[in-house]
């Protein structure tokens, strides 16, 4: 069975940072042939796409809100995904979601794009 586990989350102070990781089991070896994603839903609030990857780290996309403070990278030797969060706002209080997406890159991916989904960690920023 494959499946995206997330890790990293926690609470913080506002201004804080944290890092987030996501690791793939069951299909190691094709880590590398899939564009990967971040995504976060706060309570009451639709799920919103954070930032994705390209395969080989080639291409990156950061929501307006994210960037400059997030960065997302990804060691396809460790089929690992990470999600660096500097900066923390309160409002990035949210569930965080690690997704696998297509093989292609391309500028208008969204979340139907996304097949396989982590469970979650959350991350709470306080003021």
């Given at each position: 069975?494959?499946?995206?586990?997330?890790?990293?989350?926690?609470?913080?102070?506002?201004?804080?940072?944290?890092?987030?990781?996501?690791?793939?089991?069951?299909?190691?070896?094709?880590?590398?042939?899939?564009?990967?994603?971040?995504?976060?839903?706060?309570?009451?609030?639709?799920?919103?796409?954070?930032?994705?990857?390209?395969?080989?780290?080639?291409?990156?996309?950061?929501?307006?809100s994210?960037?400059?403070r997030?960065?997302?990278?990804?060691?396809?030797?460790k089929?690992?995904?990470?999600?660096?969060?500097?900066?923390?706002?309160?409002?990035?209080?949210?569930?965080?979601?690690?997704?696998?997406?297509?093989?292609?890159?391309?500028?208008?991916?969204?979340?139907?794009?996304?097949?396989?989904?982590?469970?979650?960690?959350?991350?709470?920023?306080?003021?």
């Amino acid at each position: 069975e494959v499946k995206l586990v997330s890790s990293g989350g926690g609470s913080v102070q506002a201004g804080g940072s944290l890092r987030l990781s996501c690791t793939i089991s069951g299909l190691r070896l094709t880590f590398d042939a899939y564009t990967m994603g971040w995504f976060r839903q706060a309570p009451g609030k639709e799920q919103q796409a954070v930032s994705y990857i390209s395969r080989t780290a080639g291409y990156t996309y950061y929501s307006d809100s994210v960037k400059g403070r997030f960065t997302i990278s990804r060691d396809n030797a460790k089929s690992t995904l990470y999600l660096h969060m500097n900066d923390l706002k309160p409002e990035d209080t949210a569930m965080y979601y690690c997704a696998q997406g297509p093989r292609r890159w391309r500028e208008s991916l969204g979340r139907p794009d996304f097949g396989l989904w982590g469970q979650g960690t959350q991350v709470t920023v306080s003021s």
